[in-house]
């Protein structure tokens, strides 16, 4: 059976850090891509950050480039989202995903595989 399972969310303060971890069961994830997405009360799931199976390339949407960093670790099946000089709007429920391709990409519909998210709170 798949299952992606995330952990790390939290309340934190704006300008603080959190790491998030989504740990891959079932099947050969370390040649899937992997991406992160977010969703706000009220809001549509939105794409945050994506990784290639070989972790050489990733992209990341406009709102988190040069404060989030999307990472692998293929030998253990899991990728992080380390998050830094967190906001207010970035409160939401984070998700991980998966896709067996490999590549890396900003589309909801690309993915095959999600975990059931954590919620990431950042207070003012």
């Known amino acids: 059976q798949v299952q992606l399972v995330e952990s790390g969310g939290g309340l934190v303060q704006a300008g603080g850090s959190v790491r998030l971890s989504c740990a891959a069961s079932g099947r050969i994830f370390n040649r899937f891509g992997r991406g992160w997405f977010r969703q706000a009360p009220g809001k549509e799931r939105e794409f945050v950050a994506t990784?290639?199976?070989?972790?050489?390339?990733?992209d990341y949407a406009d709102s988190v480039k040069g404060r989030f960093t999307i990472s692998r670790d293929n030998g253990k099946n899991t990728v992080y989202l380390q998050m830094n000089s967190l906001k207010p709007e970035d409160t939401a429920v984070y998700y991980c995903a998966a896709e067996v391709r490999g590549l890396e990409s900003e589309r909801k519909s690309a993915y095959d595989y999600w975990g059931q998210g954590t919620q990431v709170t950042v207070s003012s």
């Open positions: 990784i290639n199976w070989s972790g050489d390339s990733s």
